[in-house]
């Protein structure tokens, strides 16, 4: 009985929870690189604003988000009207979708793009079509073709979803080439870039899209608390938009979709700046420690500007997962992203980072 689109559908994969793995394997001793969450916790200030804001949890929250909208405003230097809140940007993905998608309309995205795209725009019932990636010879290998996502685009189109930079892979595209691509799509074509790393990027060409707002309608920007922040647990994220595009996206939102605790935790994260440079730090030296195992072991790897990175160790990944998991180090298999070889590894603290490393060695020997 349900849906075409829905039956076509296969539910998202997540990371496996720590807790699962101790009940499956027996395990304990548990390091999680799975899901891109930071291994240094979120800012004191938002967990103690985050308490704080218990003592009203018998209330709904405020449904219009005000203080943390005031707050986003400011920071991005945007018009409040101009904010979506969401239940994670993952929400947001799906008000996109809800907004602008239906049957007989498609969606574009890459071959290697974030599940969540193909899956907001099926259960619409609309089409998902798919451009391939680079191949090495005109960019990045598993990169954004934009040449090739410009080519899907036809009538039927509505929205083209790209993630700067991609997840799973890491890649990224620059300022000059992104703006070129937004430019040249047809107006009735809703643009989303997804900069759920945003934060961790360090790149100069990397674009600030919050600049771009005021010459595109089209443009939704998302961004999330989840990985930087690392509020992953309370779910709280953001579009930045056109207001009349946050208008049509407020209509199809649930009207307490932001709980009360994400909005007062948000809100504190946002000002601990120092909190997030450490994070950013970390990340930096983690990814040079990752990459240089990595060429120790001989493995080739997909150069990242987030805060993961998919390792090509040249054999199924799925089965050096289930290796992984045996001796209590969680990572991400992502043959489901058309990367069956490689599997996609968190940056975490250094120790973290090199329990794994010497896992993966042990396992591959
Ligand atoms: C993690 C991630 C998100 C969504 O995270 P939320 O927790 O829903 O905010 C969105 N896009 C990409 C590319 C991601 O990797």
Redesign the pocket.
């Given at each position: 009985m349900a849906a075409p689109g829905v039956r076509a559908l296969t539910a998202y994969a997540p990371g496996k929870p720590i807790a699962e793995l101790e009940r499956e394997y027996g395990v304990s001793n548990i390091i999680k690189l799975a899901s891109?969450e930071n291994p240094l916790g979120p800012s004191p200030h938002a967990l103690e604003a985050a308490r704080a804001s218990l003592a009203d949890i018998a209330l709904y929250p405020d449904g219009a988000g005000f203080e943390l909208k005031a707050a986003l405003a400011r920071k991005h230097d945007i018009a409040a009207n101009g904010i979506t809140l969401g239940n994670?940007?993952?929400?947001v993905l799906d008000l996109v979708a809800r907004a602008f998608l239906m049957p007989g309309s498609e969606a574009v995205y890459d071959e290697h793009a974030?599940a969540?795209y193909p899956i907001a725009t099926q259960a619409v019932g609309a089409t998902g079509r798919v451009a391939k990636a680079h191949d090495g010879m005109r960019g990045p290998r598993y990169g954004h073709d934009l040449a090739a996502l410009r080519a899907a685009v036809n009538a039927n189109t509505r929205v083209v979803f790209i993630?700067n930079p991609n997840?799973p892979t890491g890649t990224w595209l620059p300022s000059t080439q992104l703006e070129a691509f937004i430019r040249a799509l047809p107006e009735q074509v809703i643009v989303v870039v997804?900069e759920?790393y945003f934060e961790y990027v360090e790149e100069s060409d990397y674009p600030d899209t919050t600049r771009w707002l005021a010459h595109y309608p089209n443009l939704i920007v998302t961004r999330?608390f989840?990985?930087a922040y690392a509020l992953?647990g309370l779910?709280a994220?953001y579009a930045l938009s056109h207001p009349a595009v946050a208008d049509l996206l407020n209509r199809v939102r649930q009207p307490f979709n932001l709980n009360s605790v994400a909005q007062a935790a948000a809100r504190a994260a946002l000002d601990d700046t120092a909190h997030l440079a450490a994070a950013v730090q970390v990340n930096r030296e983690g990814m040079r420690q990752m990459t240089g195992a990595c060429a120790e072991l001989g493995l080739d790897y997909i150069p990242s500007v987030g805060n993961f990175i998919c390792i090509d160790v040249g054999r199924p990944g799925a089965a050096v997962y289930e290796d992984l998991l045996r001796v209590g180090v969680i990572v991400r298999p992502v043959a489901n992203y058309g990367l069956p070889n490689h599997l996609r590894v968190t940056i975490g603290t250094a120790v973290q980072n090199a329990r794994f490393i010497e896992a993966l060695t042990r396992v591959l020997d």
């Open positions: 891109n994670g940007s993952n929400d974030f969540v993630a997840n997804d759920a999330t989840s990985k992953a779910r994220g």
